[in-house]
């Protein structure tokens, strides 16, 4: 079977259709429900936020491509003060939803993460009923903080804080890319 190339593309290097294309994939209810942010989000603040990021080094967005068709949407803020990155990410179709490209997306984005901006420390929110990523979580060496509650709107709801070191990552690698590895190309390009 020939394996698939990933490549990330930095949002300098996204085109405005492509740029237009992440709101409709972020609002699609499977990503949307699954986020601490909810709502509907229109054009006018989709283009606003797109503006806030370009002129922001320590905050980076990758639409991310199997053999150029799109795969995933990888969102990073690096907080200097903690040193850490807060990371999100979601496949953009429903789907691609529980056929391993969550792992796949995941696993280069830990790449992205500690091997291609050298980040020390990564950490995340899910939601527990946000199950295919909580089951993702379970897999890997991240520290893991559970029974907490935040507001979601006007909902309470329980989340689980995630939290990973590069030395976490290096540990799980091997593991994860001899599966990765079968179906992709372990080699990743970049566009920053
Ligand atoms: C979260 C997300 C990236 C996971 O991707 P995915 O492709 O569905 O995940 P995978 O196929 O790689 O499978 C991951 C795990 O979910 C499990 N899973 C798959 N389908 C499932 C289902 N219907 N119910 C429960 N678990 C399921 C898989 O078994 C696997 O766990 P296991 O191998 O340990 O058993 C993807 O579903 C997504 O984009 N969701 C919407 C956005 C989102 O939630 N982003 C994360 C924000 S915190």
Redesign the pocket.
Known sequence: MKRKKFKAVALAHLDQETIDQIRIWRNQD??RL??LRQEIIDEATHQKWVEQLKGDDNRHLFVCYLDDEPL?VIQLNYDPDTDMVES????VSED???????????FFEGAIIYEVLNYNRSC????MT????V??Q??KSSVQEVNVHIKVGDADREIMRVSMTKEDFVRDKEKTLKLVSHFVDPDIEVIL
Do not use: D, H, M, P
Not at 124 to 127: A, D, E, F, P, S
């Open positions: 499977f990503v699954q986020s995933g999100g990410e979601y496949l691609f939803q529980a056929c391993g490209y969550g792992t796949i997306l995941q995340g929110v899910v939601l946000n199950t295919k990523n089951r993702l379970n897999r």
